[in-house]
């Protein structure tokens, strides 16, 4: 009898998951023009969810070493409908890419890649925070997510918010993101160390500890730091600020990719935990498999991120 309840509920479970998918409502945009380039988001929605009083935003900036890729990606899309059967409206954005492919990019080029993309970033909030009541959003309840360049541009968005940099000056006097998840980021600035004039929002920080791209701790180059989740995460601890440090022992830059589709639960309770309800605290997880997981194991990892490229979700099913 408890087996057949088990599967009844099981059954019952996977059914509303369906159904949720195959109510959220897909919207493109264009959030701004530059130089001439349209610049898209995808907004996903599920209006026959309820909600009690405004709906959360999480908002995906895709990675690509800012040089390729695009808010179009079957796994990238699957994680935005994640978050929207919640009740969220979930946004996927595209950014200018500032590195021709190709060209092996020095300092100062990295540096203007970066600040296009949160210049985008920051405009794409612009936009939302405008829909506010016409999209019935919660504007103290606006996430930020990427991966590698889409996390970095997430971290450095969120550094320039908290140092008054002239990026955010578009934004409302006191707006900061209710929390920032990054898979695989970093911040990058021109110092030898970061210096928070304000205190940042809750972060998850998810890294490999053995990422070969970007740093899991820190290094510095030319004089410019590249400040990784190690680094980033100590020095919240250290004054206190709410972070949640998830480190995958042995892995490499595959971490950008994987929390798309294995690690939700996480990333479900940190935003429930450290964003919703508010909670503070300093965290430190560490998973070690026994074989690490790494890049060369895309197609194995995460074979939908490559299969589902310049795809939707229904285009790969």
Same mark, same amino acid.
């Given at each position: 009898?408890?087996?057949?309840?088990?599967?009844?509920?099981?059954?019952?479970?996977?059914?509303?998951?369906?159904?949720?998918?195959?109510?959220?409502?897909?919207?493109?945009?264009?959030?701004?023009?530059?130089?001439?380039?349209?610049?898209?988001?995808?907004?996903?929605?599920?209006?026959?969810?309820?909600?009690?009083?405004?709906?959360?935003?999480?908002?995906?900036?895709?990675?690509?070493?800012?040089?390729?890729?695009?808010?179009?990606?079957?796994?990238?899309?699957?994680?935005?409908?994640?978050?929207?059967?919640?009740?969220?409206?979930?946004?996927? =954005? %595209?950014?200018?890419?500032? +590195?021709?492919? @190709?060209?092996? *990019?020095?300092?100062? /080029?990295?540096?203007? &890649?970066?600040?296009?993309?949160?210049?985008?970033?920051?405009?794409?909030?612009?936009?939302?925070?405008?829909?506010?009541?016409?999209?019935? =959003? %919660?504007?103290?309840?606006? +996430?930020?997510? @990427?991966?590698? *360049?889409?996390?970095? /541009?997430?971290?450095? &968005?969120?550094?320039?918010?908290?140092?008054?940099?002239?990026?955010?000056?578009?934004?409302?006097?006191?707006?900061?993101?209710?929390?920032? =998840?990054?898979?695989?980021?970093? +911040?990058?600035?021109?110092?030898?160390?970061?210096?928070?004039?304000?205190?940042?929002?809750?972060?998850?920080?998810?890294?490999?500890?053995?990422?070969?791209?970007?740093?899991?701790?820190?290094?510095?180059?030319?004089?410019?730091?590249?400040?990784?989740?190690?680094?980033?995460?100590?020095?919240?601890?250290?004054?206190?600020?709410?972070?949640?440090?998830?480190?995958?022992?042995?892995?490499?830059?595959?971490?950008?990719?994987?929390?798309?589709?294995?690690?939700?639960?996480?990333?479900?309770?940190?935003?429930?935990?450290?964003?919703?309800?508010?909670?503070?605290?300093?965290?430190?997880?560490?998973?070690?498999?026994?074989?690490?997981?790494?890049?060369?194991?895309?197609?194995?990892?995460?074979?939908?991120?490559?299969?589902?490229?310049?795809?939707?979700?229904?285009?790969?099913?």
């Amino acid at each position: 009898m408890k087996k057949i309840c088990f599967i009844f509920i099981l059954c019952i479970c996977v059914y509303s998951n369906v159904f949720a998918q195959n109510t959220i409502e897909k919207e493109t945009l264009v959030y701004a023009v530059k130089n001439g380039q349209e610049l898209h988001l995808d907004k996903f929605v599920d209006p026959t969810i309820a909600v009690d009083g405004k709906r959360p935003v999480m908002i995906y900036v895709h990675g690509g070493g800012f040089t390729t890729g695009s808010r179009v990606n079957a796994l990238q899309i699957k994680y935005s409908k994640h978050f929207a059967a919640q009740g969220f409206v979930s946004v996927s =954005i %595209d950014y200018r890419l500032g +590195i021709k492919e @190709g060209v092996q *990019a020095d300092q100062e /080029t990295i540096k203007k &890649a970066v600040a296009l993309a949160v210049e985008d970033l920051i405009d794409a909030t612009s936009f939302i925070l405008k829909k506010a009541d016409e999209w019935n =959003i %919660d504007t103290k309840k606006i +996430i930020i997510s @990427g991966g590698s *360049a889409g996390a970095i /541009t997430c971290l450095n &968005a969120e550094y320039e918010i908290c140092n008054d940099w002239q990026t955010a000056a578009c934004l409302p006097a006191g707006f900061n993101f209710a929390g920032v =998840i990054s898979h695989a980021g970093c +911040i990058i600035v021109p110092q030898g160390k970061l210096v928070w004039k304000k205190r940042p929002c809750p972060m998850l920080l998810m890294h490999g500890s053995k990422d070969q791209l970007v740093p899991f701790d820190s290094y510095t180059i030319e004089g410019n730091l590249y400040a990784g989740s190690n680094y980033i995460h100590k020095q919240l601890a250290e004054s206190d600020a709410a972070n949640w440090l998830y480190e995958e022992t042995g892995a490499d830059h595959i971490v950008a990719l994987k929390p798309l589709q294995y690690n939700l639960g996480e990333i479900d309770s940190f935003i429930d935990k450290f964003v919703l309800k508010g909670k503070h605290a300093v965290v430190h997880t560490v998973w070690a498999d026994k074989t690490p997981d790494s890049m060369e194991k895309m197609f194995d990892v995460v074979p939908l991120y490559l299969t589902g490229w310049n795809k939707t979700d229904e285009e790969v099913q």
